[in-house]
């Protein structure tokens, strides 16, 4: 994997918009792109890669999925939470 310029982060926007993230990756020559999500966005990280392979991508396949727990510090209070993250590597 070569960096970020392949990787897509899901945060608040529509699903479709993280969708066509995805596949202008692929359109634009990237034969693997990685889908990253923390926290609540893990589900729509998976609804992402799901989308992409049935709808527009059908020869990408998820090749690696790993999950992990980052700390992440909390400010105000000194003190730091744990947050679960995922990413889904696709692949042609």
Partial sequence: MNG?????????????????????????GSDEVVIKARGRAISKAVDVAEITRNRFVPDAEITDIVTDTEEIPIEEEDRTTNVSSMEITLKL
């Fill in 4 to 28: 970020d310029e392949n990787t897509v982060f899901i945060g608040s926007k529509e699903t479709m918009n993280y969708v066509m993230a995805v596949v202008t990756q692929f359109n634009n």
